[in-house]
């Protein structure tokens, strides 16, 4: 198959691995395959929501310690915390 004066790879008839899918499309452009693709209709639903913050990395080296030493996740510690520290009386 020819694109753009390029020659590009036949897509595989099937992988005997996920390992050697990877392979192929880490060193092949999806954009070089159009012809052979087709829509799909994806249903998701949203069910968690993740909010970036800034912290000082010191405090996410302490963060991560207690997380462990506590065994969850940084994630679920820093929410308990927070939680824990905003419903608090002033």
């Known amino acids: 198959m020819k694109t753009k004066n390029k ?8 992988f ?4 050697e899918a990877a392979e192929f499309w880490d060193s ?13 209709k994806v ?3 949203l069910r968690e929501r993740h909010f ?5 990395p010191a405090v996410a080296f ?7 030493r506590r065994g969850i996740t940084s994630s679920r510690l820093a929410s308990e915390l927070l939680r824990q520290r ?3 009386p002033q």
């Not at 020659?7 to 099937?14: L, Q, Y």
């Not at 005997?16 to 390992?19: D, I, L, N």
């Not at 970036?52 to 000082?56: K, S």
């Not at 302490?62 to 462990?68: D, N």
């Open 7 to 14: 020659t590009v790879d036949p897509i595989p008839e099937e």
């Open 16 to 19: 005997g691995a996920y390992e």
């Open 28 to 40: 092949h452009d999806t954009s070089d395959y159009l012809a052979d693709s087709r829509p799909v």
């Open 43 to 45: 249903v998701s639903e």
């Open 52 to 56: 970036e913050i800034e912290i000082e």
């Open 62 to 68: 302490v963060l991560r310690k207690e997380a462990k």
């Open 86 to 88: 905003l419903s608090a």
